[in-house]
């Protein structure tokens, strides 16, 4: 087969993509990403300033798979397994798709872009080695975690064929995904204008030096801080990592590469990282810079962090800017994790976050240590990235004829209004929501009775072998209270049209559930509302009635504003508080 066969673009291109497969269009024309998604794809590339024909574009494999699932390219796991097949990044290929990608690997060593755009799960699997994440589905291993390494700087090995380079690679989301959600467009344009274009014009991506400390001495701690007192630092990025409802390190960054992690806990010394003289030192520093109002103390989702402070260190910090606030004040309704953050706004990005989120006894320290600074460093670049977008944002301005400008906005007084609104949802959680613990007993004892009331008529209603059959396996809950028994009941014994998740097209047996079979069969009115009734005085009493309370009686919630609609929430705080009061049933 003709080396080029099903590829399109210059052999000398600077920029290769590498989508997955041929849809119908493509098989039909024998050329990559030519059908609708194709489209959007030259649409997308158009905007970016490019044009597609001065690209290279292949796929994984040049072939159009039935129903366009990939599945069909690969062995079922049970039966590699049990021929004892070598997976090939975790996954387990045919020859057919092995011998595509060892052509795919020769066309890229032949033209030699500057930068590959990785389309999808599939593409980021077979030219990064080891950095999809591999999950099961019908019966087969199968790439994922393309939303979480889009735009991150990563690249194609092909040291095993001669001696040249790593070639950079940007994974980013698929056209075809994009047409299923439109609002993902913008993230591939983000991905091709920040990260492609730069390494397409010359410049040479590379992995910023930092400079971490990690596991400092007392010494090395209060030199560390007082050299970056000395050298004027005005601000500081902190971020937290927590391990049982307990302060386990905080990490200050002074810049986009210097930061230092500051330990309280550590596997061999169980007692404390620092002795309890010289813990007492390490926190007063840290609340002078925390207090001090000519600093600027900036965080990602800052009231978490704040709550560990200022139970453990015994002081409020003086947050000057919450990155996450800040950013949905530009973008309102998207994603605001810290990596999504760094990947839009920072100048080098590789996604991190799966390299120590959770505290593992068996993963060195060094490396959970070195995560927090990352999450450091990140947060202070993103602080001064985003403080330039709110001075001058875009925003979409209609004009009398029907068409649209971009114009530029300062949001500027807006944040500080939001501020303002960040220090008080702190403020009311410290302060707390007063309970009347003797009405709120009495209460519990009026909804409990209320509760085994119904439960004697459930029983009542029900036949026992009706019950027994509807069962599960593994339940232990009685059939009103488990959603799986319900279905039995209503979609198997009854035989009632499944009302069904429009995602997933799984039976499901909610309130909106019940309140249609009720409608459309009235002789089980009684039984669904009663059902409805029961269910929620279920999440009253387990959500309010019981929520817990601190010792002087009050509840203590984390308020914060939803990121879409800036509308208050409200929820459990960090150490198992407070409830979400906001939505508070009506049975």
């Known amino acids: 087969m003709d080396l080029f066969y099903g590829?399109?673009?210059?052999?000398?291109?600077?920029?290769?993509?590498?989508?997955?497969?041929?849809?119908?269009?493509e098989e039909k024309k024998q050329q990559p990403l030519v059908g609708v998604s194709g489209q959007l794809n030259d649409v997308i590339l158009a905007e970016c300033g490019l044009r597609r024909n001065d690209v290279f574009c292949t796929n994984v494999i040049s072939a159009h798979p039935a129903d366009n699932d990939m599945c069909e390219y690969f062995y079922p796991t049970?039966?590699?397994?049990a021929g004892k097949l070598k997976d090939t990044f975790g996954l387990y290929p045919r020859e057919i798709l092995i011998k595509e990608m060892e052509r795919l690997y020769e066309q890229l060593s032949t033209v030699n872009p500057r930068v590959i755009i990785a389309y999808g799960n599939y593409a980021l699997w077979a030219l990064c080695y080891g950095i999809a994440k591999i999950k099961n589905d019908r019966g087969y291993k199968v790439p994922a975690g393309?939303?979480?390494?889009?735009?991150?700087l990563l690249a194609w090995d092909r040291s095993f064929r001669g001696n040249h380079p790593k070639t950079p690679?940007?994974?980013?989301?698929?056209?075809?995904?994009?047409?299923?959600?439109?609002h993902l467009k913008?993230?591939?344009?983000?991905?091709?204008?920040?990260?492609?274009?730069?390494?397409?014009k010359g410049h040479k991506p590379e992995e910023p030096y930092y400079d971490f400390t990690l596991r400092p001495s007392f010494g090395d701690t209060v030199a560390w801080i007082n050299n970056a007192i000395s050298a004027g630092t005005k601000r500081w990025a902190v971020d937290i990592e927590t391990r049982k409802n307990h302060l386990a390190c905080l990490c200050l960054a002074i810049s986009e590469h210097r930061a230092i992690c500051i330990p309280f806990m550590c596997v061999e010394h169980p007692e404390g990282y620092f002795l309890p003289e010289q813990e007492h030192i390490v926190c007063q520093m840290l609340r002078f810079i925390f207090t001090n109002p000519?600093?600027?103390i900036v965080g990602q989702f800052f009231g978490y962090d704040m709550q560990y402070i200022s139970k453990f260190l015994l002081c409020r910090p003086r947050c000057y800017f919450d990155t996450f606030v800040g950013h949905h004040l530009c973008w309102p309704g998207t994603p605001g994790g810290l990596a999504f953050l760094a990947s839009i706004y920072n100048r080098y990005y590789r996604y991190w976050k799966d390299e120590g989120k959770e505290w593992d006894i068996h993963l060195p320290q060094e490396q959970?240590?070195?995560y927090n600074c990352i999450d450091g460093v990140n947060t202070w670049e993103a602080s001064y990235r985003i403080e330039e977008q709110i001075r001058r944002c875009p925003r979409k301005q209609a004009l009398a004829d029907g068409s649209t400008q971009t114009?530029?906005?300062?949001?500027?007084?807006?944040?500080?209004?939001q501020m303002e609104v960040f220090h008080l949802q702190f403020e009311m959680m410290q302060f707390g929501i007063a309970i009347d613990k003797r009405a709120r007993a009495e209460m519990l004892l009026e909804v409990w009775l209320e509760m085994c009331d119904m439960e004697v008529w459930f029983e009542a209603v029900m036949p026992s072998d009706i019950a027994q059959r509807i069962k599960t396996k593994t339940g232990k809950s009685e059939w009103y209270s488990s959603q799986k028994q319900l279905c039995n009941f209503f979609y198997g014994e009854l035989g009632i049209d499944p009302v069904t998740n429009r995602d997933t097209g799984a039976p499901r047996m909610d309130d909106d559930a019940l309140q249609r079979i009720k409608v459309k069969l009235p002789v089980l009115r009684e039984l669904c509302t009663k059902l409805q009734n029961y269910r929620s005085l279920s999440i009253f009493r387990g959500n309010f009635l019981t929520a817990r309370l601190d010792r002087d009686g009050r509840m203590r919630c984390l308020f914060t504003q939803l990121p879409a609609t800036f509308r208050w929430s409200s929820k459990e705080n960090a150490f198992g508080g407070g409830t979400n009061l906001q939505t508070i049933p009506k049975g």
Not at 10 to 17: K, M, S, Y
Not at 169 to 182: D, K, L, S
């Open 7 to 25: 590829t399109s673009g210059p052999r000398d291109a600077h920029i290769a993509i590498v989508a997955e497969s041929w849809g119908r269009e």
């Open 78 to 81: 049970q039966e590699a397994k």
């Open 146 to 152: 393309i939303m979480s390494w889009r735009g991150s």
């Open 169 to 182: 690679v940007i994974p980013t989301i698929h056209p075809a995904a994009v047409q299923r959600q439109w």
């Open 186 to 200: 913008w993230l591939v344009q983000t991905d091709i204008k920040k990260r492609v274009l730069y390494i397409a």
């Open 294 to 296: 000519d600093y600027e």
């Open 368 to 370: 959970w240590w070195r």
């Open 407 to 417: 114009i530029f906005v300062d949001l500027t007084d807006r944040l500080r209004e």
